[in-house]
């Protein structure tokens, strides 16, 4: 598929891309899904402790309106915070992988040709 070539949907719903664009939409989804990993673990750590650096900052800020949220719900604001991340982080990895090359659509059939040829030839070399 050359650059210029629309991307195209197959009827398991996958897009195929050229491969440049495969390479930087899997490079950028897996790293955006790791940091919202990291980022709702971090969420999970506020929930539950009361001397986490984030919990802190967070209840001072809203601190600062007036109001001073209790205890629990500081705890459940930030799970629930911490389980969407994780949601938004796992959406992110998912979406990622919808995208295909050509070579993966047609089985990889000329790749495995190439290997098999190697193969036979370097048996041939020893044999």
């Known amino acids: 598929m050359s650059s210029d070539t629309q991307p195209q949907r197959t009827p398991d719903g996958s897009v195929v891309v050229p491969l ?13 899904a790791t940091a919202l990993v990291v980022l709702g673990f971090f969420m999970f750590d506020a929930a539950t402790r009361l001397d986490n650096p984030i919990r802190e900052a967070a209840v001072w800020a809203v601190g600062l ?26 959406g992110s990895y998912i979406l990622g992988t919808r995208f295909k090359t050509a070579e993966m659509i047609d089985g990889g059939t000329a790749e495995t040709d190439d290997r098999t040829d190697d193969t036979n030839t370097q048996e041939q070399t020893n044999g």
């Open 65 to 90: 309106t007036g109001w001073t949220p209790s205890t629990g719900v500081v705890n459940v604001a930030f799970g629930l915070l911490g389980v969407a991340v994780l949601l938004v982080g796992a």
């Open 20 to 32: 440049r664009v495969y390479k930087g939409i899997t490079v950028f989804s897996t790293l955006l």
